[in-house]
């Protein structure tokens, strides 16, 4: 009896080690700080909800969750160090559209974004506006598209960088129009808005949030808002859509885990992330920000995010679109 014993509790800890310390055990986590990394420079929209959902995490789960930025090349230094971690469900990764060009962007990423990394929570996104300087004399998207045809590659448009959000709605825009504008990328929204009010560049897509001041003081003109109706944070605005070109385009931000990471851990951080959306503070922020709630299941998650895959993919190869 002592001998089976003895061999019980070895099978058992034979069992614990195999789990390995890479394995959490859903009982006791979490039993230290949380980490989310943002492979985005500090201040942006992104980094912004990173901090504000963690922050509310770290309320309901009794651990403080750390914020940490990892920029560089188009988002991949900051994925691929997550992608690279233990799944152990103590690091995520906040995410933009970036992530999801970025598999037909960039030829040969670090990292595999299908087995790598597993979708967690779609946590908020921005819808886009299109907008021009007033000396542009642009009023509606009728308006562009005359002058993008009278004048093939001399308009320009602006974006937050090459695969960005903006770089393919603009991309897109020209291929629903018929049009050829000139893209010019910049690092970051903030660059490149600085230019559009400068009247240096044509028109831009960019986030409403940060236009919105811009265009109630006259500085900007909204072309049209790229949502499917009407925005409740721009009701005045029509939408691209009701001008006859059906186009969507928002930044979204959403959390990701090392691929590996216990599903009970998954399930469990995309539950407090939806409660975390649901808290005043975080309503009344994103309100103020224009940004919308995207509270989901993980199982959305993962098929909103092939669905970027594919479309942006379809995009970045009618375009020739390349990282060079």
Known sequence: MQRRHFLQLCSAAALAATAGPGRAQSGDWPARPLRVVVPFPPGGTTDMVARLIGAELGKQLGQSVVVENKPGAGTVIGVDYVAKQPADGYTFVCVANSFTANKTLVK?????????????????????????????????LADLKQAALAKPDTLTYASFGNGTSAHLAGALLCQMMGVDMVHVPYKGQGPALTDLLGGQVSVMFGNWSEFRSHVESGKLVALG????????????VPTLAEQGVDLESNSWQGLLAPAGTPDAVVQRVNAEVNKALAAPGVVEVFAKSGVVSRAGSVAQFEQFVHSEIGKYGEIIRRANITTG
């Open 108 to 140: 040969k990423l670090p990292y595999d974004t299908d087995k790598d990394l597993q979708p967690v929570a779609l946590m908020g996104l921005s819808e886009h506006v299109l907008a021009t300087h007033p000396s542009s004399g642009l009023k509606t």
């Open 225 to 236: 808002m790229a949502t499917r109706q009407r925005s409740r944070f721009a009701p005045d």
